[in-house]
């Protein structure tokens, strides 16, 4: 018995030790979502008063559709039959299903002869054994550039430019709120220009159509990039932040049990140990 309660008490220690780590872990994740949260509400409103800018400069005309021709190569649709897929991973782990969920949602999405740009270490291991073209060039990104994609974007132009894809598509996780995130997938390239229906009428270019048009597609790319990853950083802190939660919740309930059966047994001990004296005594009044 002295066995088992010592077992017990060293399984309790352990547990109450691990407890510590993971709520200690919930509160560090807990703490970057919030702030990743705050920054992203700014970076949000950026992003879409750019876009209303870039949808009211780059349309085609209801009334007039032939009278906008914009020669630039990312809106051009080349004759290719394969895509490449930019695809957001954590580099980190102890994030629940937050990778799962992505490669699960890429296996359904890939088709035969896409390639695959991987961002972040654990996706790259868990493709490592897949019969797919895996580009892992910038897989370590997030984690030595942070919210930095201009060489990204220069990478993903020049490759475009080649005319060897069809189609380059971004794979990421849409953080919705505190519980719930959704992994969607984005076409970057080409870029659909929009008929406007509110304007009838083509704007002026100063200095020039082509020099207005070709800075705001290379700028549409970058912020494009820079939201939507910076979307799937905060649903990894947030799935970091669930699953620390879950592993204290369980451990308060281990630590319940194993005290419920520690002091089962130390009350039948006790229980034992009374029964005997008391046998004791009646015996030596005898």
């Given at each position: 018995m002295a066995t088992s309660?010592?077992?017990l008490k060293d399984r309790l220690g352990s547990i109450q030790s691990?407890?510590?780590l993971t709520n200690a872990m919930k509160l560090v994740s807990s703490a970057k979502e919030k702030k990743l949260n705050n920054e992203y509400s700014l970076v949000i409103d950026f992003y879409n008063r750019f876009l209303t800018i870039f949808n009211n400069t780059i349309f085609i005309n209801r009334n007039n559709p032939d009278c906008d021709s914009f020669n630039n190569n990312l809106l051009k649709k080349y004759d290719s039959n394969k895509r490449l897929l930019i695809v957001i991973t954590s580099n980190n782990g102890l994030c629940s299903g937050y990778n799962n969920e992505v490669i699960k949602f890429l296996r359904n999405y890939y088709q035969k002869n896409d390639e695959i740009l991987i961002i972040g270490e654990k996706g790259k291991n868990e493709l490592a054994n897949e019969n797919i073209d895996i580009n892992d060039e910038f897989v370590d990104y997030l984690k030595e550039n942070s919210f930095d994609f201009k060489e990204l974007k220069d990478y993903l132009v020049t490759l475009y430019n080649k005319g060897e894809y069809k189609e380059i598509d971004l794979i990421y996780t849409h953080y919705h709120n505190s519980l719930i995130s959704k992994v969607e997938s984005l076409k970057l390239l080409p870029i659909d220009i929009k008929t406007n229906y509110k304007r009838n009428y083509s704007p002026s270019f100063e200095p020039s159509k082509e020099e207005v048009v070709n800075y705001l597609i290379e700028e549409y790319l970058y912020y494009t990039l820079?939201?939507?990853?910076?979307?799937?950083?905060?649903?990894?802190e947030s799935a970091r932040r669930l699953a620390m939660d879950n592993a204290t919740k369980n451990a308060d309930d281990l630590i319940d049990n194993l005290k419920l059966e520690y002091n089962k047994i130390r009350q039948s001990n006790i229980t034992s140990e009374i029964n005997e004296v008391s046998s004791a005594s009646r015996n030596l009044k005898r």
């Open positions: 309660l010592n077992n691990t407890k510590k820079y939201t939507k990853i910076f979307d799937s950083r905060i649903a990894e």
